[in-house]
Nanobody, 123 residues
Framework: QVQLAESGGGSVQAGASLRLSCLVS????????IAWIRQAQGKERQFVAA???????FYADSVKGRFTISRDDYKNTVYLQMNSLKPEDSAVYYC?????????????????WGQGTQVTVSS
């Protein structure tokens, strides 16, 4: 059973917007912290944003003011709205989840991972 399924990636020009979606099949949805993590080719994984089970919202400095994470508890879906995209945002974007959770930036703490969706931003 696929527990996290991402969608919404694509190829866009710099300055454009994309919205990624992550359908979460984990119970209880509200009890899981959900994050977006990206990995550019040849680089390490990088924390992007997280919606914490307790209500907290966290962003990497590189995306603050441009990206917005949100969750729809009725649709069991977490979204990442990405505006003013830059070429350096190009990466595979993964949705990851952990029941509860303590440190949003500890990537090894996430127990569940999706397959990823490619985002390519050209200049």
């Amino acid at each position: 059973q696929v527990q996290l399924a991402e969608s919404g990636g694509g190829s866009v020009q710099a300055g454009a917007s994309l919205r990624l979606s992550c359908l979460v099949s984990l119970d209880p949805f509200s009890g899981h912290s959900i994050a977006w993590i990206r990995q550019a080719q040849g680089k390490e994984r990088q924390f992007v944003a997280a919606s914490w089970w307790s209500g907290g919202i966290f962003y990497a400095d590189s995306v603050k003011g441009r990206f917005t994470i949100s969750r729809d508890d009725y649709k069991n879906t977490v979204y990442l709205q990405m505006n003013s995209l830059k070429p350096e945002d190009s990466a595979v974007y993964y949705c990851a989840a952990v029941l509860g959770g303590f440190h949003h930036s500890d990537l090894d703490a996430y127990d569940y991972w999706g397959q990823g969706t490619q985002v390519t931003v050209s200049s």
